[in-house]
């Protein structure tokens, strides 16, 4: 994979992109133990109701694959499990996240799911080998986006779907408001609770410098992914974007449903952080 040297944007600063992938992974590494409270207290709970709403909008596939990308502590693929189980069907779940003390926070609650250790821009998966790809609060720390767009198309089978559930860009009424709370309570809270104000200060950054819900739609398509649809929740202060992967035409070999875990990649991962699918 090329390497990429231009820089690019953490919060409102502009850093080497070579260092922002392992920026991230130690931002994460420091707020592990406190996220899920984190994200209770700086949300009002309100993010388990947009994780429900974004759980409750994927297609249901018996004995389908899903992959959740950046899946920290493993709550948008244990919701879809438990979805699944709820009318009957089977799945095999995967989590791939960056941060091997966020996936050990997960793996303490979800035993069950399939952990790895992997960035979003080169995936130790299979061409073609995943029904469900999402990614919840994530695509917005990844460094290079477009190219984690393309891995996404690239791991699903055709036909397959693209979740993407993002902070956004909330209506004209609610931005001074939602701009104080972002930028003077949040940090605090951050402060208060993880003892980190510069990382949850870099979460409030991260969102203004996201694509609004239009320019991430274009993305999307310039990624190959169809029937692009976006829609935002709570006056677009977050938005679930949905894409799907082009289906086989006629007359095109099928796709087997093999391991999707993609060979050495998936072992290199493994053997490196100790994690890997249970």
């Known amino acids: 994979m090329p390497l990429h040297n ?8 502009k850093i080497a992109a070579s260092v922002k992938t392992e920026r991230i992974s130690r931002l994460f590494d420091r707020v592990s133990s406190k996220y899920d409270l ?10 388990r109701l947009w994780k429900t709403w974004f759980v409750q909008s994927l297609p249901l596939h018996h004995e389908g694959t899903y ?3 950046a899946g920290g502590t493993g709550d ?23 941060t091997p003390a966020m996936m050990q926070e997960g793996q303490q609650k979800a035993p069950h799911l399939s952990w790895v250790c992997g960035n979003a821009e ?5 061409d073609n080998s995943v ?3 999402t990614i919840a609060f994530g695509l917005r720390n990844v460094t290079h986006k477009t190219q984690a767009l393309k891995e996404a198309y690239r791991v699903l089978r055709p036909g397959g779907t693209f979740a993407c559930l993002e902070f956004s860009h909330p209506i004209e009424p609610l931005r001074k408001a939602y701009d104080f709370y972002s930028f003077e309570i949040i940090p605090c809270l951050g402060e208060w609770v993880a003892n980190d104000r510069a990382s949850y200060q870099y979460l409030s950054e991260s969102i203004r410098t996201f694509p609004t819900q239009e320019a991430l739609a274009s993305l999307m ?3 190959g992914f169809r029937h692009v649809t ?21 007359g095109d070999p099928a796709t087997p449903k093999a391991s999707p875990w993609r060979e050495p990649l998936w072992r290199d991962h493994a053997e490196a952080f100790g994690v890997g699918g249970v």
Do not use: W
């Open 6 to 13: 231009n820089d690019v944007d953490f919060g409102f600063e």
């Open 38 to 47: 984190m994200n209770d207290l700086m949300s009002f709970g309100i993010h």
């Open 67 to 69: 992959l959740d990308v």
């Open 76 to 98: 948008i693929a244990a919701a879809i499990d438990a979805r699944l189980q709820k009318y009957g069907f089977m799945g095999t779940h995967l989590v791939c996240d960056l």
């Open 122 to 126: 080169e995936l130790p998966l299979n």
């Open 131 to 133: 029904d469900v790809y």
């Open 221 to 223: 398509t310039e990624a």
């Open 230 to 250: 976006f829609e935002s929740y709570t006056g677009g202060v977050v938005a679930v974007h949905r894409g799907m992967k082009a289906v086989r035409r006629r």
